[in-house]
Structures are given as C-alpha cells and as structure tokens.
C-alpha cells in the first residue's frame, strides 16, 4: 500500500522552527520528485519547495531562505526544515510524490494526509 505520513506539525511563536517530516511507505522516494504543499482556511494550495531525483532544490519566493527541503534515501523520509517562522505560515502542510518536478499540484500523485502548522504572533 502507497502511502505518505506526515509529522512533526504543531504551535509555535513568530521566529520560531519546526521541523516537518514525510516518511512514504510502499514505494521509494529517491525515484520521484518530492514536494510539500500547504494550504490556509480559505486560500488555494500553494506550493512550497520541492526536491529532485537528484537533489536539485526550488523554493516558492515566500519561503526562500528561511525553509530548506532535503531527504534521507535511507531512511525514505522527505524533511522541511522551517526557521524564522511567521504568522502567515499558518496552514496545513502536505509532501506529495510526482514523476516530474513542478509546481503544479496536479502532476504529484501520491499525498499525505497533512500536518498542521500554526505560528502565532
């Protein structure tokens, strides 16, 4: 069974960090691109960083320099690093798989069921 467990959401002040991970099972992460997603009450799912079969790296321009997107092949786990956190990060965060590396959410095929992450001010 294909499946995408998400963890490590939770509250945390402005400025602050969290770490988010997304374990797949039934399937090996190191063969698609990986991305994570988010979306707020009342807003669309956007896209937040993406990571290629071969490590290339691409980040949305509201979370440029602050998120960092990696994964461990050995343990199939795809991480995003989040500092500096802000209230408008608020959402609920998914890692999705997808044969190609694009910021539509429509190519990613395989979800995760989302973890929440809420910055307060």
């Known amino acids: 069974q294909v499946q995408l467990v998400e963890s490590g959401g939770g509250s945390v002040q402005a400025g602050g960090s969290l770490r988010l991970s997304c374990t797949a099972y039934g399937y090996t992460i190191s063969l698609y691109c990986m991305g994570w997603f988010r979306q707020a009450p009342g807003k669309e799912r956007e896209g937040v960083a993406t990571?290629?079969?071969?490590?290339?790296?691409t980040y949305a321009d509201s979370v440029k320099g602050r998120f960092t997107i990696s994964r461990d092949n050995a343990k199939n786990t795809l991480y995003l690093l989040m500092d500096s956190l802000k209230p408008e990060d608020t959402a609920m965060y998914y890692c999705a798989a997808s044969p190609v590396c694009r910021w539509d959410s429509s190519t990613y095929n395989s979800w995760g069921q989302g973890t929440q992450v809420t910055v307060s001010s």
């Open positions: 990571i290629g079969t071969g490590g290339s790296t």
